[in-house]
Each structure stands twice: as C-alpha cells, then as structure tokens.
C-alpha cells in the first residue's frame, strides 16, 4: 500500500505564502505523476498542479504564483504565494502510477492524501 500525507495549509492573509508538503510512504519503486489537487465547498475537486519527470503543468488560476516541485520521487511541494481568497480550499495530493510491493508482490495504483486546509482571508 501506498500512503500520502500533506501538510502545510492553514490560514493565511490574502497576498500571504504557504508551502504544502506530501510525503509518501511505502515501499515504492516510483511514481508516474504527482500533482495537487483542491477543493473548495461546493465545487468538484480541480486540479491545481502536477509533475512528472521534471515536466510540470499548471491550472490557469495558479499560473505565476503557485510553484510544484518534487524532491526524490516520494515528496513532493507546492509553494503557493500571492494567494487570494478565491484559493481557499482543501488541497488533496494526488500519486498516479505508483509502482509498489505489496504483500502479493508489485502493483501499481493511483492513490489520494486526506486532504489539508487552506483558508486565505481578505
């Protein structure tokens, strides 16, 4: 099995910075895609960012302020500055391809954190 667990988010002032964290653990060979996603209260979960092989890729909200960066293939960050209001949410993070050992052997699957709190007042 592969676990993720964020942290990092919390309440902030608008224009403010945070940096969210995601560790996985397990034992994982490696993981296809990394990415955040979020979700504010009544809305679908939107993707936010996501890294794979050092390629990165933004939502068009984020763009500019919002940095996703990956260190080993197990952590992974996402430093958000300029923040607004409009990104208070949940922020999830998000592993696909994770190739792993399990107690059958390898498997790969795509797996979810629980989720962290970002709240940015005005």
């Known amino acids: 099995q592969v676990q993720l667990v964020e942290s990092g988010g919390g309440l902030v002032q608008a224009g403010g910075s945070l940096r969210l964290s995601c560790a996985a653990s397990?034992?994982?060979?490696?993981?296809?895609?990394m990415g955040w996603y979020r979700q504010a209260p009544g809305k679908q979960r939107e993707l936010v960012a996501t890294?794979?092989?050092?390629?990165t890729n933004y939502a068009d909200s984020v763009k500019g302020r919002f940095t996703i960066s990956r260190e080993a293939k197990n952590t992974m960050y996402l430093q958000m500055n300029s923040l607004k209001p409009e990104d208070t949410a949940v922020y999830y993070c998000?592993?696909?391809?994770?190739?792993?050992?399990?107690?059958?052997?390898?498997?790969?699957?795509?797996?979810w954190g629980q989720g962290t709190q970002v709240t940015v007042s005005s």
């Open positions: 998000n592993a696909e391809g994770a190739l792993y050992l399990s107690s059958l052997g390898p498997k790969r699957g795509d797996y």
């Open positions: 890294i794979s092989r050092g390629s």
């Open positions: 397990g034992v994982i060979y490696s993981i296809n895609v």
